[in-house]
């Protein structure tokens, strides 16, 4: 799909009553819970619009840590003296239902991996993680080069492979 674009979530401008994307939990958290959080600062919310209003699709994204012992051992080198490692978490990821199936998804998520990449090189993060909502979820970011890490539900992906990918675009 071509001219997406993303823009920060405006809970003052931004209509989202109708978006279902098949998750209510995800439905309600754009609808309840982006704009507290966003105020809080505990995540930055981005969104791809219709009309300049309406939410077709968006995503979060935190500063986050993992334990080192939770990575596998090829993407980290054990003389990490960190016991906690520094990591983006892309929160949430969600499409309305409508728009789904025409590359918002794909969008939505190669932006927030950009996102990540710049974030990185000012303040460090060894990787993204998400938490995939269902085994449909993990398929799509399986797709993207995600692992699942050991022992968890959680999927993580190398910051210093996204960069050589961005860079050469
Ligand atoms: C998962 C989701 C974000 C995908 O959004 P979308 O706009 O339909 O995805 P796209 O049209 O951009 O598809 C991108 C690619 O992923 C694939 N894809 C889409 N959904 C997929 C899924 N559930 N499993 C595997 N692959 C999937 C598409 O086939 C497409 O592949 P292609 O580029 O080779 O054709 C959307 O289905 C959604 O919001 N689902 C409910 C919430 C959810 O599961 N969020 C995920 C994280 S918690």
């Given at each position: ?109 190669v932006?927030?991996l950009k996102k990540s990449v710049e ?40 910051i210093?492979g996204l960069r050589n990918i961005f860079a050469g675009n």
């Open positions: 799909m071509k001219g997406l674009c993303s823009v920060g979530f405006d809970p003052e401008i931004h209509s989202r009553e109708s978006f279902a994307c098949g998750h209510s939990s995800l439905d309600n958290y754009i609808l309840r819970n982006a704009r507290d959080d966003q105020k809080e600062g505990l995540a930055r919310c981005y969104v791809v619009l219709e009309d300049d209003t309406r939410i077709l699709g968006f995503y979060t994204l935190s500063m986050s840590k993992i334990l080192k012992e939770d990575i596998p051992p090829e993407f980290l080198n054990r003389k990490v003296r960190y016991e906690d490692i520094p990591v983006i978490l892309l929160g949430r990821l969600a499409v309305d239902e409508k728009s789904q199936h025409r590359g918002i998804g794909k969008f939505l998520l932006d927030a974030a990185s090189d000012r303040i460090g993060a060894r990787a993204v993680v998400v938490d995939p909502i269902d085994v449909r979820a993990m398929e799509f970011y399986s797709k993207y080069g995600f692992v699942l890490l050991p022992d968890s539900q959680r999927m993580f992906l190398p210093k």
